[in-house]
């Protein structure tokens, strides 16, 4: 099984910048993506960051320019650098990881979360 720990969140000023890790252990060879999703307060959990095997990565609109995903293959650790914060921002962040295992399928694994609470 695979376990995924977050770390790097807390608070901070409005243009601060934070650094998110998320560890993983585990059955962690069927890896295929791994991100970022954060949930608001009374909204719906979105897609933040996500970057593959090769390196490709994705981000929601609202954080391009700000925000950078990288992933250490080798240990199997995703990060996100957030820069530029701003209040919207604010939410618990999960780091996801994407799973296939052949004639079993996909699966995707979740952290528990780390608070991310940008301040005006």
């Known amino acids: 099984q695979v376990q995924l720990v977050e770390s790097g969140g807390g608070l901070v000023q409005a243009g601060g910048s934070l650094r998110l890790s998320c560890a993983t252990s585990g059955s962690i060879f069927s890896i295929s993506d791994m991100g970022w999703y954060r949930q608001a307060p009374g909204k719906q959990r979105e897609l933040v960051a996500r970057i593959t095997r090769g390196g490709s990565t994705n981000y929601v609109d609202s954080v391009k320019g700000r925000f950078t995903i990288s992933r250490d293959n080798a240990g199997n650790t995703v990060y996100l650098q957030m820069n530029m914060l701003k209040p919207d921002d604010t939410a618990v962040y999960y780091c996801?990881?994407?799973?296939?295992?052949?004639?079993?399928?996909?699966?995707?694994?979740w952290g528990q979360g780390t608070q991310v609470t940008v301040s005006s």
């Open positions: 996801n990881a994407h799973q296939y295992i052949p004639v079993l399928g996909t699966h995707d694994f």
